[in-house]
């Protein structure tokens, strides 16, 4: 099997995300109505096979990667986990003693919140080391068009907590989606000045 190159990658996750959201926004909420259990259970299962795409992507895209990507990938995943096991310790000695009122849906957080710290992980060690996570800038999707890419599924998410009346988390995530346009946009001037530079110096 051919290596899944960086650019291939980046767009399936994304349409995995897509996916995965439109699951959690569309199809998902129905379980609360849904009278048969069987339908009960395909309902909530529903947005679990994009994620399990992505994660056999990832493990795709970590088999094939030279040692050096090895490295940074479990690096990674190893502070991944250490968060998400404090955090579940934290949470899990709370809520025993009664200090903090959880329920089963906060474990729909634990995967975002660990490919989080892994994809931030990664990224941090990969500079450390002067490494690219692409090896070629052109064959990886723009930084820009990734996060307008997060804007929207925020945005869209964010669409549907206003029509469900959810004022409160429209807002948050509205703000989050607004944040995210930002940085897009000062990483789109960043770019295009540099490739300016770059145009003008060899022109020189």
Known sequence: MPRLKEKSYQQRVLLAMTVYIVMMVVVWPLVRTASSVPLRWVLALAPLPPMLYV????????????ELEQRTHL?????????????SLIGGFLASARVLALDGSILIWVFPVMMACYGITRW???QQYGHE???DPGDSMALQWRLATGAA???FVAFFAYVKQDALL????????????????????IRWRKRRE???????
């Not at 690096?75 to 955090?87: D, Q």
């Not at 429209?170 to 001037?189: D, P, S």
């Not at 770059?198 to 020189?204: I, K, L, P, V, Y």
């Open 75 to 87: 690096i990674g995943l190893g502070v991944a986990t250490g968060v998400v096991a404090t955090l």
């Open 170 to 189: 429209a807002g948050m995530l509205i703000g989050m989606a607004a944040v995210i346009v930002v940085v897009a946009f000062a990483k789109a001037i």
């Open 124 to 126: 941090r060690v990969a």
């Open 133 to 135: 996570l692409a090896c």
């Open 198 to 204: 770059g145009h003008t110096d060899g022109s020189a």
């Open 55 to 66: 994660i056999a992507l990832m493990a795709r895209r970590i088999r094939d990667s030279d």
């Open 153 to 155: 599924m925020v945005g």
